[in-house]
């Protein structure tokens, strides 16, 4: 798995269409806007698959540190495929972004999960310190 993670002042995500993936997540809200927020661009890889409870729990420890260190509440899952080597199958991708969300929200975070399958425009304002970018690759 591979995560960019953004600090963000804002961040908007508004639906446009169907992706070209089989697999559409059902839309629940057209539009999502957070603000003061950890927005991680996520995609989840091919060799994810097979160790799916451990890629979970990996991301969302690096996640939560990183959350715990800018004192932020808010975190933006939002699935990203521009960042893949190999990317999963669309199913079990859908079960490791449900896994962190759930994870992050026993963590006592907001953890808002983009709906998978769909092309959308994206505007945020990201800030400018030595934390506010910082990219992982999760694996074993």
């Not at 798995?1 to 963000?8: A, Q, T």
């Not at 079990?92 to 975070?109: T, V, W």
């Amino acid at each position: 798995m591979r995560i960019l993670m953004l600090h963000v002042d804002y961040f908007y995500c508004k639906i446009t269409e169907k992706g070209r993936s089989k697999v559409v997540e059902e839309l629940r809200q057209p539009e999502t806007r957070v603000d003061e927020a950890l927005v991680v661009l996520s995609s989840v890889e091919r060799s994810d698959e097979d160790r799916a409870e451990r890629t979970a729990e990996r991301a969302a420890q690096e996640i939560t540190t990183l959350a715990r260190q800018l004192k932020v509440g808010s975190i933006v899952l939002h699935p990203f495929a521009h960042l893949f080597a190999e990317l999963s199958r669309p199913e079990p991708a859908i079960q490791i972004m449900k896994k962190i969300e759930e994870r992050l929200n026993k963590e006592g975070f907001q953890a808002i999960r983009t709906p998978f399958g769909w092309f959308n425009t994206l505007e945020l304002k990201a800030k400018g310190h030595p934390l506010s970018r910082v990219a992982r690759i999760i694996s074993d």
